[in-house]
């Protein structure tokens, strides 16, 4: 399977973005999906996390009440919107995908995701 990610971009604070993941080769609504990112200098942070089925989401407190998960299974795409932005979420985001794991606390503290995309920049100015 593979994972794209697009969608990041320079914003300024308390904007907003829309970040994408496609994915090819399998279908979506076999994995559960997750978003991570990683700021210069700092390691990779699981944020948000979706079951397979959609029902059940899960954020880091970092990004809860900011940023919603969601996901098309008929589009093969997932979504991370991300509200109210500040320059602390500057970093570079990553989607992943696993068909095992069980989205929670684990799945993004493990990052035992078995697929991962490329990343995308996201800058946030002040």
């Known amino acids: 399977v593979q994972l794209q990610a697009s969608g990041g971009g320079l914003v300024q604070a308390g904007g907003s973005l829309r970040l994408s993941c496609g994915l090819s080769?399998?279908?979506?609504?076999?994995?559960?999906m997750g978003w991570f990112r990683q700021a210069q200098g700092k390691e990779r942070e699981g944020i948000s996390c979706?079951?397979?089925?959609?029902?059940?989401?899960y954020y880091s407190d970092s990004v809860k009440g900011r940023f919603t998960i969601s996901r098309d299974n008929a589009a093969n795409t997932a979504y991370l919107q991300m509200n109210n932005l500040n320059p602390e979420d500057t970093a570079i985001y990553y989607c992943?995908?696993?068909?095992?794991?069980?989205?929670?606390?684990?799945?993004?503290?493990?990052?035992?995701?078995?697929?991962w995309g490329q990343g995308t920049l996201v800058t946030v100015s002040s």
């Open positions: 080769g399998n279908t979506l609504n076999y994995y559960t």
């Open positions: 979706m079951s397979r089925s959609g029902d059940t989401s």
């Open positions: 992943a995908a696993d068909p095992h794991i069980t989205c929670g606390n684990y799945a993004l503290m493990s990052r035992r995701f078995a697929s």
